[in-house]
């Protein structure tokens, strides 16, 4: 047998070439295992329009909250108007306790009935100089009403003192909604921002998509209604509106592609509630401001019995409101980052309709 021969090793050149393709792989497997994962975009257009929805609802209680500090605003200057106009009565009663102690110093000294409620503690007089029976029939009159306008004046005060009290309160209560609103907002956002921007495309594509499956959905209810020979023909055109429900629409429809803005009653820009409201305004027609309150602002109305005008409401917690313009259509301001819009009353969870 012939001596087997070692193998040669490997030149320098081939050395490097098996290292660098060795590097390449390892920075390969590194690469793949540290690669961010692809986002499901289903999952995160779920979690925006919870997100968003969860942002409604809280716009709508943001929009109580300063409705209600607006009522108690009103309240608060009509307080305080009535408790300066109380001070002004109380400073000319004193003016006139005032003569009426001169003109006794001038003829001898000053009655203490008169004394006494010019002194610091007037709402007390009564009760001290009855004790006394220091009260003269001449100044009886002037003195029962001094003191009737300053326990006027003292209720006032602190009806005034509670009301601001309140204001206080509503308005800390306000703020924490609003960094709740913005929170909520901002989380949405920042998912949005994590995509790119083929695949933010394709989160508003779903959106389309959902509102023309919604359309198809009432044009294929209302087709079955209008072939049922079993049930009333539901399909037949709600009535032209006129009047004041022409003026409520003709509004509406203005403002179409004005963005929504939470908080916001107009004129450029409006959330669901503020744009029924601001419509409902244009026909002299006052509402509440939050949708639940609007749910009560008029009789309730059937799905089938619906007209151009009518208020529409959606969610389990009437939290979103809208504007029937017939044709199983309605106008209305969805969420932020969208505009005013035309949308299918089917497209959300419908809970039902009012006619104020």
């Known amino acids: 047998m012939g001596k087997r021969r070692k193998p040669s090793p490997p030149s320098r050149a081939r050395m490097a070439v098996l290292t660098t393709a060795m590097a390449g792989g390892a920075v390969l497997a590194s690469g793949t295992a540290h690669a961010e994962p692809t986002p499901n975009l289903a999952s995160v257009k779920e979690q925006v329009d919870k997100l968003n929805e969860e942002a409604e609802q809280s716009v709508e209680q943001y929009n109580g909250f300063q409705d209600k500090q607006q009522k108690l605003q009103g309240e608060a200057n009509r307080i305080q108007e009535k408790v300066a106009r109380g001070q002004e009565a109380m400073n000319e009663l004193r003016t006139r ?9 001038r003829n001898g000294g000053i009655d203490p009935s008169v004394r006494l409620m010019l002194d610091s503690d007037p709402a007390g007089y009564l009760e001290r100089a009855a004790a006394q029976n220091q009260v003269a029939d001449s100044q009886s009159a002037l003195l029962k009403q001094a003191q009737e306008e300053q326990r006027k004046l003292d209720q006032d005060r602190a009806e005034a003192t509670a009301t601001l009290a309140q204001l206080d309160s509503v308005g800390t209560e306000l703020a924490g909604k609003k960094q709740q609103i913005q929170a909520k907002l901002a989380q949405a956002q920042a998912m ?18 959902e509102k023309a499956k919604a359309e198809a959905r009432q044009a294929a209810d209302a ?16 009535p032209p509106a006129s009047g ?25 820009s409006f959330d669901c509630s503020g744009l029924t409201g601001a419509a409902y305004r244009a026909a002299g027609v006052k509402l509440s401001r939050m949708s639940q309150d609007q749910w009560n602002d008029g009789p309730r109305v059937s799905r089938d019995a619906l ?33 005013v819009e035309v949308l299918p009353i089917s497209a959300m969870p419908y809970m039902g309709a009012v006619r104020p």
């Open 97 to 105: 306790l005032g003569a009426v102690a001169a003109d006794q110093y």
């Open 192 to 209: 949005l921002n994590k995509l790119s921007a083929e695949d933010r495309a394709k989160v508003n594509a779903q959106q389309s998509a």
């Open 223 to 238: 087709d079955r209604a209008s072939r049922s020979s079993a049930r009333p023909d539901l399909s037949t055109p709600a």
């Open 244 to 268: 004041r429900a022409a003026a409520i629409i003709a509004f509406a429809q203005a403002q179409l592609g004005k963005p929504y803005g939470w908080g916001a009653t107009g004129p450029n």
């Open 307 to 339: 007209q151009p005008g009518d208020l529409v409401f959606f969610y389990n917690d009437i939290h979103h409101v809208g504007l029937y313009i017939g044709d199983g259509k309605m106008i209305h301001a969805p969420r932020t980052g969208k505009n």
